[in-house]
């Protein structure tokens, strides 16, 4: 599965940007997906993951209640709506498609990555 991401952009902290995931190659509903995002100097950390059917949901402690992941398999893409956008949210977001069991916090659990989509916030 070959997967696009979007949306990213500059916006004022407290501002609210949508991130969306396309893929192409397979069906999305084939797998679980993440948002993952890496600040420069930074390890890549997870955001947010969604099942199959987009009926269980995690997120990272730091964007609990902020971030909102969602799907939409009859249009092959993932979204990622974020508001109350902080400074320390800025970094490139990406996308990535998990053939496993369970929904995975852990980046190697994913098979298959987007390029990234930079998101950038000013205080």
């Known amino acids: 599965v070959q997967l696009q991401a979007s949306g990213g952009g500059l916006v004022q902290a407290g501002g609210s940007l949508r991130l969306s995931c396309a893929a192409s190659?397979?069906?999305?509903?084939?797998?679980?997906m993440g948002w993952f995002r890496q600040a420069p100097g930074k390890e890549r950390e997870f955001v947010a993951a969604?099942?199959?059917?987009?009926?269980?949901?995690r997120y990272a402690d730091l964007v609990q209640g902020r971030f909102t992941i969602s799907r939409d398999n009859a249009k092959n893409s993932v979204y990622l709506q974020m508001n109350s956008l902080k400074p320390e949210d800025t970094a490139v977001y990406y996308c990535a498609a998990d053939r496993g069991i369970s929904v995975s916090m852990v980046s190697t659990s994913y098979d298959y990555w987007g390029q990234g989509t930079q998101v950038t916030v000013s205080s």
């Open positions: 190659g397979r069906t999305l509903s084939e797998y679980i």
């Open positions: 969604i099942n199959r059917r987009g009926v269980i949901t």
